[in-house]
């Protein structure tokens, strides 16, 4: 099932200004020449798939991905505008980083880059299992269509 985000709902405001970063790590947009690094730790942390969804995030001058970084190591990632215009994600975070708050952080991030973009929403695909994550801090709704008609219907 796929989520949408309304990028001009209130929460999200407050949440866009609430980002004060870590101590702990940093959160960088990817540059291209180092994308063959982000996609090795997504597919040997992750999948394949998501590594192939990523890569379409590096076809502008300005990727589309953001990383989180510790002791120089990629430790979590967030993509929009990979499978579709407008789709926030996917996300991952490395296990040792979860539960610190990088997930989210990368997750606001990312769509804040959408609203930059000039999107008033956003759509998150496929997040049956990852709704409870989302739901915490965000102003989701569901779309229940995409439950029958949903864009990854495509797969391969």
Do not use: H
């Not at 709902?9 to 020449?33: N, P, T």
């Not at 990523?54 to 001058?61: M, Q």
């Not at 990629?74 to 539960?99: C, L, N």
């Not at 880059?113 to 709704?141: H, M, S």
């Amino acid at each position: 099932m796929d989520l949408l985000v309304n990028l001009y709902d209130e929460q999200f405001e407050v949440l866009s200004k609430e980002i004060s970063g870590s101590d702990e790590y940093r959160i960088i947009r990817m540059l291209s020449c180092r994308k063959y690094k982000l996609l090795t730790f997504i597919k040997e942390s992750f999948s394949e798939s998501w590594a192939s969804e990523v890569e379409s995030c590096f076809s502008t001058r300005n990727p589309r991905v953001f990383v989180a970084i510790k002791d120089e190591k990629i430790i979590g990632f967030s993509a929009y505008d990979a499978t579709g215009k407008g789709f926030f994600g996917p996300v991952g975070v490395s296990e040792s980083a979860r539960g610190k708050g990088v997930g989210r952080e990368l997750t606001i991030y990312s769509l804040n880059a959408l609203k930059n973009d000039g999107y008033a929403y956003a759509v998150i695909g496929g997040a049956q299992n990852a709704a409870g994550f989302y739901k915490k801090f965000l102003p989701i709704e569901k779309i229940s269509s995409s439950i029958q008609n949903s864009i990854y219907n495509r797969k391969i």
